[in-house]
Structures are given as structure tokens and as C-alpha cells.
């Protein structure tokens, strides 16, 4: 993808435990956002803020947060259910390694600001970070956050209690580097040409015990559907199509999907129409197409099938799914099962 810096956006996930970082600090959230166009009641209504929304963001920041060292703070609060389809990405790959592979892939989805790259030495991996934003003071928080992000994640995945690993930054040695210490540990260079990270090969490659290639399966194919999505921004249908695979278990209606893109109801209903399809459609269309993967590619019953796709009863489950298939849930998985499918 050919990175914009007027198009960039960031999941507002990453927003959310940022407010709650910056409220703990005794600043208010409608402060922090202001002049965001972001309103801090109806936050969870919105998937994604744009690069003009995160620019004004950071600049609030510099302007209240009195600590250069909020981006290590913020990383630091990463956990991986933040990162969305990413997130379950990691739980359900085989180790790191292949997850890191799927996260290069796949990152997009969640944050344009940055993009990742990968040396595969001999014994370990170089994570090197690309920084997708030319002015300079927005890249020290960008960084900070996404190299303690990402030591924060891996310590919590794979259990343990430091990770003291050789660390790069581009930006000059800081005055204070005590939480750098703290949070990345002693081996940490400033001034670099790069922001990376080495790990031992090892570590990536160690066995995850929640591993499922069912699931990840399953969601790298989401997670392609959401890539291709980025690309077509414009197309109404395509944002919805978006916003619903993000969250398969939330039921949204017509006017809660509207209020969520900031638009009234007649105005989605008129500009879906002009792209000849209809919002129940839209739902319609993913619904099943992940209710047939869960069944392929899963071992959870029709009722837990049913509850991740936010239906309140198996049997409308059921009677949606044998209206779009034309079985039942449980005739179809025996049917593929039978066929060889996994």
C-alpha cells in the first residue's frame, strides 16, 4: 500500500487507553481532545481518526502532558486484546516468528502511522519500525509507544519477567532515561539510524500454548478482507463492511452503524442505495461468510457461533444461516467435515 500522509489513521482503540492514560495524569478528556473533532462521549462510535485528528492529538499532548516520556507510558498499556484482529493473530499463531510475519502483513489495519520490517539473522530478529509521519516531534511518542508496546506485549505472551534485548532509537539521547531503562532495559542506543528492536531468535520461535491455526486462519482471511477494504476508503459500503468485521459480535442496527459514522440513517440508507446495495445486506454478506468460516475452520458449537455473531438465540442464528445456505449450521459443518475440509 502506498502510505498518505492526509489519509493515515489510527484505531480508536489506541485512543481510548490513551484518554484513560492522560485522565490518570488529572487532565480531562474533553481537553486532551480538543479541537479533535473527536467527541469523548461517543468515542466507541468511531473505528478509526484520521492523521489531521492524531496530529492535533499529539500537540494537545505536548501542550498539557508535562513528561516527554508518555509514549513509553502509553506502550506500556498495550496489551494484545487492543490490537483488534491483530491481537487474536498473536494468541492463535503457532510462535512469534509467524505472527510477526502476519503483523508486517497486516499492520495497516489498525495503524498507518507505521509499518514494520524484519532481519531474519542466525540467531535472532531484527524488528525494524518505519515512521510514516514527516513532522519530527510526532515521531518520538510514535516510537516510544510502539517499541514499549511491543516489549510489553511479549513479555506478558510469553511470560516473562524482563526482556533485555539491544533497542535503537533515531531521536538524541534523552536528559532522563530512567524509564527507558525501566521499561526496555540496559541495552538502548540513541541517535541510531534505525528504531529497533533484536530478539533472540528463540524467544520467536517458542511454542504458544494457546495456539489455534483454526482460528488463525480464520482471522488472517479477515484480516485480508479488512487490507483490501483500506484501499477503497470512499465506498460507504466498504467502511460499514470494515466497521462490522472489526466487531462480529456486536449487533449494530442501520441507525447505530449511522450514528457511529457520524451521519443520519436516510443518509445511509440514500448512499448505499447509489451503490445499489442496503445495510441489511451488508450484514447479511458478513455475517455468513464468518459464520462459515467458524464452522469450517473451528471447533466451537453452533451456540457459541451464535453468541460471537451477536445474536441473542441460537435459533435465529440458525434460521438466518439455513436461509443464507440453504441447511442448518450443524447439517453444513457435517457435510464439510465429511468432504474433507478442516
Same mark, same amino acid.
Given at each position: 500500500?502506498?502510505?498518505?500522509?492526509?489519509?493515515?489513521?489510527?484505531?480508536?482503540?489506541?485512543?481510548?487507553?490513551?484518554?484513560?492514560?492522560?485522565?490518570?495524569?488529572?487532565?480531562?478528556?474533553?481537553?486532551?481532545?480538543?479541537?479533535?473533532?473527536?467527541?469523548?462521549?461517543?468515542?466507541?462510535?468511531?473505528?478509526?481518526?484520521?492523521?489531521?485528528?492524531?496530529?492535533?492529538?499529539?500537540?494537545?499532548?505536548?501542550?498539557?502532558?508535562?513528561?516527554?516520556?508518555?509514549?513509553?507510558?502509553?506502550?506500556?498499556?498495550?496489551?494484545?486484546?487492543?490490537?483488534?484482529?491483530?491481537?487474536?493473530?498473536?494468541?492463535?499463531?503457532?510462535?512469534?516468528?509467524?505472527?510477526?510475519?502476519?503483523?508486517?502483513?497486516?499492520?495497516?489495519?489498525?495503524?498507518?502511522?507505521?509499518?514494520?520490517?524484519?532481519?531474519?539473522?542466525?540467531?535472532?530478529?531484527?524488528?525494524?519500525?518505519?515512521?510514516?509521519?514527516?513532522?519530527?516531534?510526532?515521531?518520538?511518542?510514535?516510537?516510544?509507544?510502539?517499541?514499549?508496546?511491543?516489549?510489553?506485549?511479549?513479555?506478558?505472551?510469553?511470560?516473562?519477567?524482563?526482556?533485555?534485548?539491544?533497542?535503537?532509537?533515531?531521536?538524541?539521547?534523552?536528559?532522563?532515561?530512567? !524509564?527507558?531503562?525501566? &521499561?526496555?532495559?540496559?541495552? $538502548?542506543?540513541?541517535?541510531?539510524? #534505525? /528504531? @529497533? =528492536?533484536?530478539?533472540?531468535?528463540?524467544?520467536?520461535?517458542?511454542?504458544?500454548?494457546?495456539?489455534?491455526?483454526?482460528?488463525?486462519?480464520?482471522?488472517?482471511?479477515?484480516?485480508?478482507?479488512?487490507?483490501?477494504?483500506?484501499?477503497?476508503?470512499?465506498?460507504?459500503?466498504?467502511?460499514?463492511?470494515?466497521?462490522?468485521?472489526?466487531?462480529?459480535?456486536?449487533?449494530?442496527?442501520?441507525?447505530?452503524?449511522?450514528?457511529?459514522?457520524?451521519?443520519?440513517?436516510?443518509? !445511509?440508507?440514500?448512499? &448505499?442505495?447509489?451503490?445499489? $446495495?442496503?445495510?441489511?445486506?451488508? #450484514? /447479511? @454478506? =458478513?455475517?455468513?461468510?464468518?459464520?462459515?468460516?467458524?464452522?469450517?475452520?473451528?471447533?466451537?458449537?453452533?451456540?457459541?457461533?451464535?453468541?460471537?455473531?451477536?445474536?441473542?438465540?441460537?435459533?435465529?442464528?440458525?434460521?438466518?444461516?439455513?436461509?443464507?445456505?440453504?441447511?442448518?449450521?450443524?447439517?453444513?459443518?457435517?457435510?464439510?467435515?465429511?468432504?474433507?475440509?478442516?
Amino acid at each position: 500500500m502506498t502510505y498518505n500522509n492526509n489519509n493515515m489513521s489510527l484505531s480508536t482503540d489506541y485512543v481510548k487507553i490513551f484518554v484513560q492514560l492522560v485522565e490518570e495524569k488529572g487532565i480531562l478528556a474533553k481537553d486532551i481532545l480538543a479541537n479533535t473533532h473527536i467527541d469523548p462521549l461517543n468515542i466507541n462510535k468511531i473505528a478509526y481518526i484520521n492523521s489531521g485528528q492524531l496530529t492535533q492529538l499529539i500537540e494537545n499532548a505536548y501542550e498539557l502532558i508535562d513528561d516527554p516520556d508518555w509514549g513509553l507510558q502509553f506502550g506500556e498499556r498495550l496489551h494484545i486484546g487492543a490490537h483488534g484482529l491483530l491481537g487474536h493473530i498473536s494468541s492463535s499463531a503457532n510462535n512469534s516468528l509467524e505472527s510477526l510475519k502476519v503483523y508486517q502483513q497486516f499492520l495497516q489495519i489498525r495503524n498507518q502511522l507505521v509499518s514494520i520490517d524484519y532481519k531474519l539473522q542466525t540467531q535472532s530478529v531484527v524488528i525494524i519500525f518505519n515512521i510514516h509521519a514527516n513532522i519530527k516531534y510526532l515521531q518520538r511518542p510514535i516510537i516510544d509507544g510502539c517499541i514499549s508496546g511491543l516489549i510489553s506485549t511479549l513479555t506478558t505472551k510469553l511470560q516473562l519477567k524482563s526482556v533485555d534485548v539491544p533497542i535503537q532509537f533515531t531521536y538524541q539521547k534523552p536528559e532522563k532515561t530512567q !524509564l527507558h531503562t525501566q &521499561l526496555l532495559g540496559n541495552h $538502548i542506543t540513541f541517535n541510531s539510524d #534505525q /528504531n @529497533s =528492536v533484536e530478539l533472540p531468535l528463540h524467544l520467536l520461535t517458542q511454542s504458544n500454548a494457546s495456539a489455534n491455526p483454526g482460528v488463525f486462519h480464520l482471522v488472517k482471511q479477515q484480516s485480508e478482507v479488512a487490507l483490501a477494504q483500506i484501499s477503497q476508503q470512499n465506498r460507504l459500503s466498504d467502511i460499514i463492511n470494515r466497521h462490522l468485521l472489526e466487531s462480529p459480535e456486536t449487533l449494530l442496527t442501520q441507525e447505530d452503524m449511522a450514528k457511529r459514522l457520524n451521519i443520519t440513517s436516510r443518509t !445511509l440508507r440514500r448512499r &448505499l442505495g447509489q451503490e445499489g $446495495i442496503n445495510y441489511q445486506e451488508i #450484514q /447479511n @454478506s =458478513v455475517r455468513k461468510n464468518i459464520a462459515i468460516e467458524y464452522l469450517k475452520s473451528t471447533s466451537w458449537t453452533v451456540q457459541e457461533i451464535s453468541d460471537r455473531l451477536g445474536y441473542s438465540e441460537e435459533v435465529n442464528f440458525s434460521r438466518a444461516f439455513k436461509r443464507w445456505v440453504g441447511i442448518s449450521p450443524s447439517l453444513f459443518r457435517h457435510q464439510n467435515i465429511e468432504t474433507g475440509h478442516p
